[in-house]
């Protein structure tokens, strides 16, 4: 089973940036998605941005032009790079990973432990 362990939350001030990285426990093979979610206290959790295998990403409206998110297959590894940061970016972000099972042919999700980003005004 694939573990994900995230780091690089923090404080910060508007304006300022922030880089997130998620190391998985093993090579992620197979048709694969990774992303980034994040949740604040009483909203749902939303998704903040995905990258493919191949390297295709999909970002949130909200972060268009201010987030990158990249992967390093050889280590596997996502980052998440956050500029601009705003105080509504404030919130727990999580690293996911939805794998295709290919002898099951089902779709797996794994989360990492979330790191806290707290952006002041």
């Known amino acids: 089973q694939v573990q994900l362990v995230e780091s690089g939350g923090g404080l910060v001030q508007a304006g300022g940036s922030l880089r997130l990285s998620c190391a998985a426990s093993e090579s992620i093979f197979g048709h694969n998605v990774m992303g980034w979610y994040r949740q604040a206290p009483g909203k749902q959790r939303e998704l903040v941005a995905s990258i493919t295998l191949g390297g295709r990403t999909n970002y949130a409206d909200s972060v268009k032009g201010r987030f990158t998110t990249s992967r390093d297959n050889a280590v596997n590894t996502v980052y998440l790079q956050m500029n601009s940061l705003k105080p509504e970016d404030t919130a727990v972000y999580y690293c996911?990973?939805?794998?295709?099972?290919?002898?099951?042919?089902?779709?797996?999700?794994?989360w990492g432990q979330g790191t806290q980003v707290t952006v002041s005004s």
């Open positions: 996911n990973v939805r794998l295709l099972n290919v002898v099951s042919r089902m779709w797996n999700d794994y």
